[in-house]
Structures are given as structure tokens and as C-alpha cells.
């Protein structure tokens, strides 16, 4: 009877072994699938599969909560955490049936040979969440802390300073563009004090004007347009700031100053 019991236990593990090896073979090819996905995913869906591939990779949230002021890093850190103890496999299974019901097709879909998570680009970019010791003048100003904005520019050199806000990042942006685009009018404010070239074009030639205006930030549009932004600067589809505006606000406060 002994014997039994321990060939029935040795058949049950075999059989749980190889249930988890077609898991883990489906998630990692889901998450590399997932790429190909992107335009067509809202963020909410997006955050639901981070927090299950952060618990199928590294089990239970185990890093403390973002600063208050980072707002991306605690959405992320929140679809993560609530998924409480789930087991990797589960967490899993769960990533891959999510991806199945976004594309039916994806049992039978073509896979890279690269893998690993994917860049979640609705979020502005997958920032990673950071401890200050680690962060740089960038991801300050993406969090929109103002305060340690200033603290940074005023411990520097004039030299340094005028280096950093002028120059574009590995993403093609100024420190302008990345306020104007996450809405901070202080921060604005703060940087073209400090000697940001207000008509500074990104890599497609869009001033910050242009994200200000596709974003409807229209506190950081009056920022740019006190300190007296081209308005005419065209970007390299031929449009200019008024063109992206995103509603009819925006053009009427542009129209204004044309």
C-alpha cells in the first residue's frame, strides 16, 4: 500500500511539473506577443498586466509604495500589490488568459526570439520606480516635484545647468517638452527661470508649445505664451501649435496671441 501511495504522490508531481512548464512557455510568449498588442490596449488593461507579470516574475510585491507625487509609479505599484500573495503560477496563467481574450489569435501567432517585459508606452514610458538617492533632474521633473526641481538647479554650476535644461534626452526631448507634457506650469515656470530655451524643438521639432496644446494644459500654455514661445514653429509633419490643440479653448487662447 505504501508503494502505491508513492507512486500515485510521483505521478501527481510529474503532472504538476508539466502543467507549470506549458505556464511558464505561454507567459513568457505572451508577454513578448503582448508588443504587438499595444496600440490597442486602454491603460487600465495595461496596468492589470503589469501587476500580474511582476507577480508571475518576482512573486508578492515586496518594494514599498512611490512618493506621493509619483503618480505612475503608485498606479503600477498598486496593480502589483493587491494581487496579495497569488501564486506565480497563477499570476501566470491569469497574464496569459488576458492576453488570449485581447487577440484570439495568439495561440497561433508568430513570436521573436527575444523575450522579457515589454515597455508600456500609454504610461508615458515604463518608468521604473525609484528611490531618490537614484532618481535624476529628469524624473523629478516627470514626477512634477517642482520642489526638488529648484533644489537641483540652485546646487549646480550656471554651466551645468544651462547643459541640462537644453539638451534632449534618449527619448528626443528637453526637460521642457517632458513639463509641458505631464502639465507642470510651476515646473515651467521654474526651468525657463533657471535659462531653458522656451522655442526648444524636439527631435520631430515640436516646441513645448505643441505638447502643451495636444495635452490641453492650459496653465502651462500661458506659461510659454508670458514667455513670449513662437507660436508659428512648425514640427515635422508641417503643423504647427495650433494645429494639435485639443479642443477649441486652446485654439482660442493661440488665436489670441497669432
Same mark, same amino acid.
Given at each position: ?15 504538476? &511539473?508539466?502543467? /507549470?512548464?506549458?505556464?511558464? #512557455? %505561454?507567459?513568457?510568449?505572451?508577454? +513578448?506577443?503582448?508588443? !504587438? ?81 515589454? &515597455?508600456?508606452? /500609454?504610461?508615458?514610458?515604463? #518608468? %521604473?520606480?525609484?528611490?531618490?538617492? +537614484?532618481?535624476?533632474? !529628469?524624473?523629478?521633473?516627470k514626477e512634477g516635484n517642482s520642489n526638488q526641481v529648484r533644489n537641483i538647479l540652485e546646487s549646480l554650476k550656471l554651466e551645468e545647468v544651462t547643459n541640462l535644461l537644453n539638451r534632449l534626452d534618449e527619448d ?32 520631430d521639432n515640436q516646441t513645448a508649445l505643441h505638447y502643451a496644446s495636444s495635452c490641453g494644459h492650459v496653465d502651462c500654455i500661458k506659461v510659454l505664451l508670458h514667455n513670449r514661445i513662437n507660436v508659428n514653429v ?25
Amino acid at each position: 500500500m505504501a508503494y502505491a501511495v508513492d507512486n500515485s504522490y510521483e505521478a501527481d508531481l510529474e503532472e504538476l &511539473t508539466a502543467d /507549470t512548464d506549458e505556464i511558464n #512557455e %505561454k507567459f513568457t510568449r505572451a508577454a +513578448e506577443h503582448l508588443k !504587438t498588442l499595444l496600440p490597442k490596449i486602454d491603460s487600465g488593461t495595461l496596468l492589470n498586466l503589469y501587476g500580474y507579470y511582476k507577480q508571475g516574475t518576482e512573486g508578492s510585491c515586496n518594494i514599498p509604495r512611490p512618493n506621493w507625487y509619483n503618480t505612475q509609479g503608485k498606479a503600477k505599484w498598486d496593480a502589483w500589490n493587491k494581487l496579495g500573495n497569488m501564486s506565480r503560477t497563477d499570476s501566470q496563467r491569469l497574464y496569459v488568459e488576458m492576453i488570449e481574450r485581447l487577440d484570439p489569435n495568439f495561440a497561433t501567432a508568430k513570436t521573436s526570439s527575444k523575450e522579457g517585459w515589454v &515597455t508600456i508606452s /500609454t504610461m508615458h514610458t515604463d #518608468e %521604473k520606480m525609484l528611490n531618490d538617492s +537614484e532618481k535624476s533632474l !529628469t524624473d523629478y521633473v516627470k514626477e512634477g516635484n517642482s520642489n526638488q526641481v529648484r533644489n537641483i538647479l540652485e546646487s549646480l554650476k550656471l554651466e551645468e545647468v544651462t547643459n541640462l535644461l537644453n539638451r534632449l534626452d534618449e527619448d528626443g526631448l528637453g526637460l521642457i517638452h517632458w513639463a509641458a507634457d505631464r502639465g507642470s506650469s510651476e515646473i515651467l515656470d521654474t526651468i525657463i527661470a533657471f535659462g531653458a530655451n522656451v522655442n526648444l524643438v524636439d527631435v520631430d521639432n515640436q516646441t513645448a508649445l505643441h505638447y502643451a496644446s495636444s495635452c490641453g494644459h492650459v496653465d502651462c500654455i500661458k506659461v510659454l505664451l508670458h514667455n513670449r514661445i513662437n507660436v508659428n514653429v512648425k514640427d515635422s509633419d508641417g503643423l504647427d501649435a495650433k494645429s494639435v490643440a485639443s479642443d477649441d479653448n486652446v485654439k482660442e487662447l493661440l488665436n489670441a496671441v497669432a
